[in-house]
């Protein structure tokens, strides 16, 4: 009989395949910048959906060049989000380590923007420009944005409590993003504070989830021959009798899906608000609703499914040479098949 061989089913580069320990990505590092100007590197807003795009390929070594093609796009609504704090990091042997941080008054955060404090503990009065000379004193080598979402604004949200996290800040000098962050603390930004048409980011999202799945779903491994006994949706063994445990890189059933994943130079196609450019399909989104809010299109997919948060940042291997795409029609039919 001949010997079968296949090659390896089941890529083991993301084990341990666990659950995500929040419902939105970590941003892990940010990239530098060599700019003179000081711009906020992230943002974060709410999957909405899919449609698809007309737009024109500028590209002159495209073989589509001048042509209209179909673009599949996703739908982010992203609305404003607001500063509640800054944070300088200081090098050390053990890494970055926060050397100390600006928080924006209570009082005043308690008028306007009372939702966060169910994730923000009621700090004391602290005098903020004594704090902010206290982190230029420092040896600081990286200062990053307390910022909070604003679910409130969004329809599709299934939660109205704010999200904190942090985002970085590229361009200038270290005094210079202390003094941009002092100008714009406490005060609302919005995504083209970020991010300009066009540009290329980086998505840091949680995958959808499936719970616990077999080992042919969770690994695509293929099914036994229909002779043999006892099983067809599991492996043939579990490793050799020699060894008295079982590897682990045997592929087993176990969590699928809800994972963080990176996904690289992913182009923003369009930055819009509805009331100049509607978006909403008729019906609504499955499993969202309206976009009332600031939205964007990304060419292509992004991971999880609707109404879960998503993280930009600023492409950290962008060196391709970007060219436009000219949108001349976007699909608002309906997607429930009517």
Known sequence: ???????????????????????????????TSDASEVRM?????????????????LNPRSTSAGQEIRVPVTV??????????????????????????????????????PE????????????????????GKQDICEVRLIVATQPSNVTGSPSKVPEVMEVGLGGGSTSD?????????????????????????????ITKGYGWQGVIKRFGGKLQSHKNSKKRRQHGNMGDFGTGYVRKT???????????RTEFNKRILRIANPE???????????????????????????????????????????????HPLEITYVSTRSKQGV
Not at 280 to 286: D, H, I, V
């Open 276 to 322: 100049d450019h509607s978006i909403t399909p008729s019906g609504g989104f499955l499993r969202y609703g309206e976009v009332n809010s600031d939205y964007i299109l990304i060419k292509g997919s992004v991971p999880g499914p609707a109404k879960r948060l998503i993280r930009f940042r600023d492409a950290l291997r962008s060196n391709e040479e970007q």
């Open 177 to 205: 993003k202390l003094a941009f962050a002092q100008e714009r603390l406490g005060h609302e930004v919005s995504f083209t504070d970020a991010f300009e048409e066009g540009a290329m980011t980086d998505i840091v999202a």
């Open 250 to 260: 045997i592929r087993q059933g176990g969590q699928t899906g809800y994972h963080q």
């Open 76 to 113: 982010v609504e992203v609305p404003k989000m607001r500063i509640l704090g800054v944070r300088g990091y200081r090098m050390t042997p053990y890494g970055k380590q926060a050397a100390g941080e600006v928080w924006v008054d209570a009082e005043s955060l308690t008028e306007s923007f």
């Open 116 to 135: 966060v404090f169910q994730r923000v503990s009621n700090r004391k009065k602290h005098d903020g420009e004594e704090h902010f000379e206290n982190l």
């Open 41 to 57: 590197q992230g943002f974060a807003g709410w999957k909405a959906g899919m449609t698809h795009v007309l737009a024109r390929d």
């Open 1 to 31: 009989m001949a010997k079968r061989n296949h090659p390896r089913r089941g890529s083991m580069a993301f084990s341990p395949r666990k659950r995500a320990n929040r419902p939105f990505g970590h941003v892990k590092s940010w990239p």
